[in-house]
């Protein structure tokens, strides 16, 4: 398909041309700035209907504000892409979420339009009220926005960060963008508000929701008519009552439609021009905007691979064997089936978690509790209080937003919360926002966890299996994003014994790799490469991080000459444990040279998964390379090729 022509795009070099244009020219550049996102997307994939969502906002807001002195905050960063390319970076879209290219978020690194990197939700209006802070205390910065969506303002830290910047009452600006959806539809009361605010952009001023109230206090009974009054009082804002907004110390105006250039315009120019102290704009968008096939899919095209822009038809390879997520989604829905109390937890990722799965079997034993990681840890705690059995499920990066709960609800009181950890290691195109680098260390220091890592996906239906069996305390089991091996997968799961590790291949003392995950195929491709060095390696799979098998490590310890450990996690992990566990067992002593090969001490940037291990030196090559110098020994063959 030819590519659009866009004559006005072609004169923005940066966001001070857009302030240069008259408002027709500014309609007719977001039409090209939308066709300028398909075309960039089709040819990288990424997070589409997010972006095609907010592309009239994107230029109001940097026509009227003066990036980037004054500083906008994206949030979730994933609705950043007219933003890069109005920013100077439209030359490099076609490296978007590639290996040395630019990130599908906002990053500090990548350019000073970027004041403040966003790939978690729910932050935006933090960072906008310390920037707030520092141009009040003198410092060279303007205003601040932070553009906050509606599937993120459902978390905890954006109602704190909403009571603190009320209270300030400095001015600054929250721009909420309400579509309705963030990535899965949305759920809980804070939805069902907006969406009744929402009602009054789409039925014109105070509509039918006015109507309907004010017909209520005329008919209805006193106690109804009461409701109504009230009801009417809170989305209108007049009389004694404000909207929610109001009430918190915001100005609040809205809703109006995200999509309609000239009221955009009109309304973030008054804004600017009067506000003194906080202000929210609630802003209706629609999530794929402009573009068929994102707004008719179920997920308006959250997230794509390359596709073709006639058709919308996304090119993605044909899997020679089920993705890790849907196995374990199936393997849940199987362990559901045979207890009733099973339950599974997910925060806003059903069908990224696998767990839609379940929910199509037993939808009233499956909880979505939105972007609200921390809710999510702790009603699993008090689920598995009252004798359920939760699967919270929750993917590694996301999970650290609800630690403090892990430690204090659930593992500081026993209780048997199962965490299904999802895109463990690293996860490619979203990058060092998204690795699963620190499950292992920051669960693996909590005492009564069990923590389990699959090998492959048979593996991994034997631990769901476990984890639904095991009532003795909390329990998690992680697993990588993307495909599995193509081992044949049981038809039930095993039990299996608690910290018992399993031995893989024998081999005559020179070396043992002790693997943990699924980078026990690099260690069998890395043993293949060292008997080419004539040396010969032992390969066992720990299967459990904690509790670790001390007999089955004592006897690679002492018959070995060497023992490399090797995970998809950071510093401070398996390893550490493993080499903190010899320690205390007396098997560093004598003998056995000890090396741990683990993520190193930075943070990876986004490439192929295979590219990033390879950068990080854990793969089969720098499993051989970590032996030999182990060894003390010199490498004979030169190109070591697989």
Same mark, same amino acid.
């Given at each position: 398909? *030819?590519?659009?022509?866009?004559?006005?795009?072609?004169?923005?070099?940066?966001?001070?041309?857009?302030?240069?244009?008259?408002?027709?020219?500014?309609?007719?550049?977001?039409?090209?700035?939308?066709?300028?996102?398909?075309?960039?997307?089709?040819?990288?994939?990424?997070?589409?209907?997010?972006?095609?969502?907010?592309?009239?906002?994107?230029?109001?807001?940097?026509?009227?504000?003066?990036?980037?002195?004054?500083?906008?905050?994206?949030? %979730?960063?994933?609705?950043?892409?007219?933003?890069?390319?109005?920013?100077?970076?439209?030359?490099?879209?076609?490296?978007?979420?590639?290996?040395?290219?630019?990130?599908?978020?906002?990053?500090?690194?990548?350019?000073?339009?970027?004041?403040?990197?966003?790939?978690?939700?729910?932050?935006?209006?933090?960072?906008?009220?310390?920037? *707030?802070?520092?141009?009040?205390?003198?410092?060279?910065?303007?205003?601040?926005?932070?553009?906050?969506?509606?599937?993120?303002?459902?978390? /905890?830290?954006?109602?704190?960060?909403?009571?603190?910047?009320?209270?300030?009452?400095?001015?600054?600006?929250?721009?909420?963008?309400?579509?309705?959806?963030?990535?899965?539809?949305?759920?809980?009361?804070?939805?069902?508000?907006?969406?009744?605010?929402?009602?009054?952009?789409?039925?014109?001023?105070?509509?039918?929701?006015?109507?309907?109230?004010? /017909?209520?206090?005329?008919?209805?009974?006193?106690?109804?008519?009461?409701?109504?009054?009230?009801?009417?009082?809170?989305?209108?804002?007049?009389?004694?009552?404000?909207?929610?907004?109001?009430?918190?110390?915001?100005?609040?105006?809205?809703?109006?439609?995200?999509?309609?250039?000239?009221?955009?315009?009109?309304?973030?120019?008054?804004?600017?021009?009067?506000?003194?102290?906080?202000?929210?704009?609630?802003?209706?968008?629609?999530?794929?905007?402009?573009?068929?096939?994102?707004?008719?899919?179920?997920?308006?095209?959250?997230?794509?691979?390359?596709?073709?822009?006639?058709?919308?038809?996304?090119?993605?390879?044909?899997?020679?064997?089920?993705?890790?997520?849907?196995?374990?989604?199936?393997?849940?829905?199987?362990?559901?089936?045979?207890?009733?109390?099973?339950?599974?937890?997910?925060?806003?990722?059903?069908?990224?978690?696998?767990?839609?799965?379940?929910?199509?079997?037993?939808?009233?034993?499956?909880?979505?509790?939105?972007?609200?990681?921390?809710?999510?840890?702790?009603?699993?705690?008090?689920?598995?209080?009252?004798?359920?059995?939760?699967?919270?499920?929750?993917?590694?990066?996301?999970?650290?937003?609800?630690?403090?709960?892990?430690?204090?609800?659930?593992?500081?009181?026993?209780?048997?919360?199962?965490?299904?950890?999802?895109?463990?290691?690293?996860?490619?195109?979203?990058?060092?926002?998204?690795?699963?680098?620190?499950?292992?260390?920051?669960?693996?220091?909590?005492?009564?966890?069990?923590?389990? $890592?699959?090998?492959?996906?048979?593996?991994?239906?034997?631990? %769901?299996?476990?984890?639904? $069996?095991?009532?003795?305390?909390?329990?998690?089991?992680?697993?990588?994003?993307?495909?599995?091996?193509?081992?044949?997968?049981?038809?039930?799961?095993?039990?299996?014994?608690?910290?018992?590790?399993?031995?893989?291949?024998?081999?005559?003392?020179? %070396?043992?790799?002790?693997?943990?995950?699924?980078?026990?195929?690099?260690?069998?491709?890395?043993?293949?490469?060292?008997?080419?060095?004539?040396?010969?390696?032992?390969?066992?799979?720990?299967?459990?991080?904690?509790?670790?098998?001390?007999?089955?490590?004592?006897?690679?310890?002492?018959?070995?000459?060497?023992?490399?450990?090797?995970?998809?996690?950071?510093?401070?992990?398996?390893?550490?444990?493993?080499?903190?566990?010899?320690?205390?067992?007396?098997?560093?002593?004598?003998?056995?040279?000890?090396?741990?090969?683990?993520?190193?001490?930075?943070?990876?940037?986004?490439?192929?998964?295979?590219?990033?291990?390879?950068?990080?030196?854990?793969?089969?090559?720098?499993?051989?390379?970590?032996?030999?110098?182990?060894?003390?020994?010199?490498?004979?063959?030169?190109?070591?090729?697989?």
């Amino acid at each position: 398909m *030819t590519k659009p022509a866009t004559p006005t795009l072609d004169r923005v070099a940066g966001p001070s041309d857009l302030r240069q244009m008259p408002d027709r020219d500014l309609r007719q550049l977001a039409d090209e700035l939308r066709a300028e996102v398909i075309d960039a997307v089709s040819q990288t994939g990424g997070h589409l209907g997010s972006s095609l969502g907010v592309v009239e906002l994107s230029v109001a807001l940097h026509s009227v504000f003066d990036t980037p002195r004054d500083k906008l905050i994206w949030d %979730v960063g994933h609705q950043c892409y007219p933003h890069k390319i109005l920013t100077g970076r439209r030359d490099r879209m076609h490296t978007l979420r590639q290996g040395g290219g630019l990130s599908g978020f906002t990053k500090r690194s990548e350019s000073d339009y970027d004041p403040f990197g966003a790939a978690h939700s729910s932050t935006s209006i933090s960072a906008a009220l310390g920037f *707030t802070i520092g141009r009040d205390m003198g410092l060279p910065t303007g205003d601040a926005i932070a553009v906050i969506g509606d599937g993120s303002i459902s978390a /905890g830290m954006a109602y704190e960060a909403l009571n603190n910047a009320g209270a300030e009452g400095r001015r600054l600006f929250v721009i909420l963008n309400d579509n309705e959806m963030s990535i899965a539809p949305p759920v809980g009361a804070m939805s069902s508000y907006l969406s009744s605010l929402s009602d009054l952009t789409r039925k014109g001023p105070f509509g039918g929701l006015v109507a309907v109230a004010e /017909g209520m206090e005329q008919l209805a009974p006193r106690p109804v008519r009461e409701g109504a009054r009230r009801a009417r009082e809170m989305v209108t804002g007049l009389e004694s009552r404000g909207t929610f907004f109001e009430e918190l110390g915001f100005d609040y105006i809205g809703p109006i439609d995200g999509h309609d250039m000239g009221q955009l315009l009109s309304v973030l120019r008054a804004a600017k021009t009067r506000a003194t102290g906080p202000v929210l704009i609630h802003c209706c968008t629609v999530k794929g905007k402009g573009y068929a096939p994102a707004e008719g899919s179920a997920d308006k095209y959250h997230g794509v691979s390359k596709f073709d822009v006639g058709t919308g038809v996304q090119s993605k390879a044909k899997a020679n064997a089920p993705s890790y997520t849907a196995v374990f989604g199936d393997a849940l829905t199987e362990a559901a089936a045979r207890d009733p109390r099973v339950v599974a937890v997910t925060a806003a990722m059903p069908s990224g978690t696998g767990v839609d799965r379940m929910a199509k079997r037993f939808p009233g034993r499956v909880f979505d509790v939105g972007i609200a990681e921390q809710h999510g840890v702790t009603f699993a705690a008090g689920m598995a209080a009252s004798g359920l059995k939760p699967f919270c499920a929750i993917y590694s990066t996301f999970l650290q937003r609800g630690y403090d709960q892990v430690v204090h609800d659930v593992a500081l009181q026993g209780l048997p919360v199962r965490f299904a950890i999802d895109r463990a290691g690293l996860v490619g195109a979203d990058g060092a926002t998204h690795a699963g680098a620190f499950d292992i260390g920051y669960l693996g220091a909590l005492p009564g966890m069990v923590v389990m $890592a699959a090998a492959d996906e048979a593996e991994l239906v034997h631990m %769901v299996t476990t984890a639904a $069996a095991h009532d003795a305390g909390p329990i998690a089991f992680r697993y990588p994003r993307g495909n599995g091996t193509g081992v044949a997968l049981p038809e039930v799961g095993e039990v299996l014994e608690i910290g018992k590790g399993r031995m893989i291949r024998e081999g005559e003392g020179d %070396v043992a790799l002790l693997s943990l995950g699924t980078h026990l195929g690099e260690c069998e491709a890395a043993a293949t490469l060292l008997a080419a060095e004539g040396i010969s390696v032992t390969i066992a799979d720990a299967r459990f991080a904690k509790p670790l098998d001390m007999k089955l490590i004592g006897r690679l310890a002492q018959s070995h000459g060497a023992l490399v450990t090797v995970e998809q996690g950071a510093r401070g992990g398996f390893g550490a444990m493993v080499l903190q566990d010899m320690a205390a067992h007396g098997l560093l002593d004598h003998g056995c040279r000890v090396r741990t090969l683990c993520l190193p001490d930075r943070f990876i940037d986004q490439a192929a998964p295979a590219e990033m291990y390879r950068d990080a030196g854990v793969d089969a090559e720098g499993i051989v390379g970590t032996v030999l110098a182990a060894l003390q020994r010199d490498r004979k063959v030169v190109s070591l090729q697989r």
